[in-house]
Each structure stands twice: as C-alpha cells, then as structure tokens.
C-alpha cells in the first residue's frame, strides 16, 4: 500500500480511511493439527451479534467452575489447544468465542476493540472466576473490567500483553511514511470508533484502576518479537495485583503452547501438583 506524500496531502482523509481499514482487516491463520483437533472436540454454539455469526466453544459443561479463554488480534480459540486440558484436569468448564472476523466466525468490518464489546455480555452471562488472555486480548479483557467494576475475576492470566495502544499508531506511521495530519485523522477515526482519548488505550491506566480481579498473572517471553517484553513489565508494576512471568526463548505464538506456561497456569489453579521443576523467572 503505497502513499506518497503528494497523495497525503490531497487525499488525507482517504489515507487515513485506508491505513484504518488496513490496521482494522485481521488475517486468518491457520490453525495446526492439535489446535484442530482440540476444536472438534468442543461443543459449539452460533451466536448472533450485529451483523456477524460467532462461534462459540465450550469443554467440560458439567464442572464446577469457569473459564473463559480470549484470543489476540489475528488469533482465535485453538490457539490455547495446549492449555484447555490443563483446566480441565482442574474441574473447569471452559468457554471461548472466536472474535469478529477471526477464526470461524462469519468476516465483516472491524476494529481491535469490538472484541470488548461482545466480552461484556459474555463476562455478565458466564460469570467466570478464571479469564485467560493472549496478546491484545488483554487489552479488550482490561477495558471490559475497568468499565465495569461490578464484575468479579479471582484470576487473571494473561499470556503476553502490549502496552501503549499509541506505539501501534506510531508503528503505523513508520511504516506507511505517514504526514502528520494523516496519522491525525488517523488517530480520530480510533478515538471515535472506541470512545476514549488515544492517550488512555493502555494497559497501565487500565490496570492500575482495577479493583476487582484479586490476583493477575503476566507471562511473556523475553524474545517476542511481536511484543517487546518491556510492554508487560511496565503493565505488571502498574498492577498491584499482578506477578510477572519471565520466559526464556519462546515465540509470541510458540508460548501458547509450552511447558513453561502450562506450568504456571497448573501452579496458579492447582498449587500442589506441579508437574516439572520450574523454568521460569518471576519479578
């Protein structure tokens, strides 16, 4: 997508209408064997939400307790294929919902905060004592909570989070050589889209508001090169609550599906059946 500065500078609101339909427009990936393998064995639901069809998995309908698991941008359920037996040797039942446009839900229009919109409802219903979130699904998973108080998390695991939602605008920017008065405009199409100042999208003004999770878990690779661990350090010490997870050479993806992580979580559910002598670095 090429923009040169005399198209900025006729067309600025068309600019700015392209990079946001481009930053707004997921791609699929696709899901390898045991991720498939894990979704077939759910119980799946439809459900309706505005002009989009969601898929909606559930294992262990009959336990106890509750999970909910929430995808990042660009990813969707069976990316925690290795972490659902793992919650459900601990009695939960666990639910996820693939996103608009991700996974197999139906594809349309976008934007990487319309994930929240669905997950309050979801949280309302479902009433879940366990969320587990990855990537910028911990930003939707923060908004969710700090715009409603009234819901309840006794833990919060997030696998990799992001934190200043401006530093993706600026990325952006570099990439596509963008003007001033496109990544402007730029800015004020998000703004209106998810209702707040750009400058309030992120982590750390989310978090450090938060009273009502009782215990966060951050687990992040200090090689991501999706999202540079300094993000989730800054998150975790404006989380009071929260413990910080460092992990040695692990992908943004390939952690998903670790033993280093699946130890944490086992740690965190069911403190006294760890499984392998710990490899990772708490702060």
């Given amino acids: 997508m090429k923009m040169t500065k005399h198209i900025q500078h006729l067309f600025p609101n068309l600019v700015a209408r392209k990079i946001y339909k481009h930053m707004s427009s997921p791609r699929k990936r696709e899901l390898i064997e045991h991720e498939e393998k894990m979704l077939n064995s759910a119980d799946k639901e439809i459900l309706d939400y505005k002009r989009f069809s969601l898929m909606r998995y559930e294992w262990g309908k009959d336990n106890n307790k509750t999970a909910y698991l929430v995808h990042g941008w660009e990813g969707q359920t069976g990316n925690f294929a290795s972490v659902i037996p793992v919650l459900l040797e601990a009695n939960y039942r666990v639910i996820s919902i693939d996103a608009p446009s991700h996974g197999n839900s139906s594809t349309g229009k976008t934007n990487m905060f319309e994930f929240s919109k669905i997950l309050i409802s979801q949280f309302e219903k479902e009433e879940p004592e366990l969320v587990v979130s990855h990537s910028f699904g911990s930003v939707n998973v923060g908004k969710v909570l700090k715009m409603h108080p009234e819901l309840s998390i006794k833990l919060w695991v997030m696998v990799t989070t992001p934190n200043n939602f401006k530093s993706r605008i600026n990325e952006l920017s570099s990439t596509f050589n963008l003007s001033k008065k496109v990544t402007?405009?730029?800015?004020?199409?998000?703004?209106?889209?998810?209702?707040?100042?750009?400058?309030?999208?992120?982590?750390?003004?989310?978090?450090?508001?938060?009273?009502?999770?009782?215990?966060?878990?951050?687990?992040?690779?200090?090689?991501?090169?999706?999202?540079?661990?300094?993000?989730?350090?800054?998150?975790?010490?404006?989380?009071?609550?929260?413990?910080?997870?460092?992990?040695?050479?692990?992908?943004?993806?390939?952690?998903?599906?670790?033993?280093?992580?699946?130890?944490?979580?086992?740690?965190?559910?069911?403190?006294?059946?760890?499984?392998?002598?710990?490899?990772?670095?708490?702060?």
Wanted: hydrophobic share 35%; net charge positive.
């Fill in 184 to 283: 402007q405009k730029l800015v004020k199409k998000i703004e209106k889209d998810v209702n707040e100042n750009i400058d309030d999208l992120n982590m750390t003004t989310y978090c450090n508001q938060l009273k009502n999770v009782n215990k966060a878990v951050i687990i992040h690779s200090k090689v991501d090169k999706v999202l540079p661990i300094k993000g989730a350090i800054e998150v975790s010490k404006s989380f009071k609550q929260s413990t910080l997870y460092m992990l040695e050479g692990l992908g943004h993806y390939s952690i998903l599906w670790s033993e280093e992580l699946k130890f944490v979580i086992r740690e965190q559910i069911a403190p006294n059946k760890p499984t392998f002598q710990k490899s990772t670095i708490p702060i």
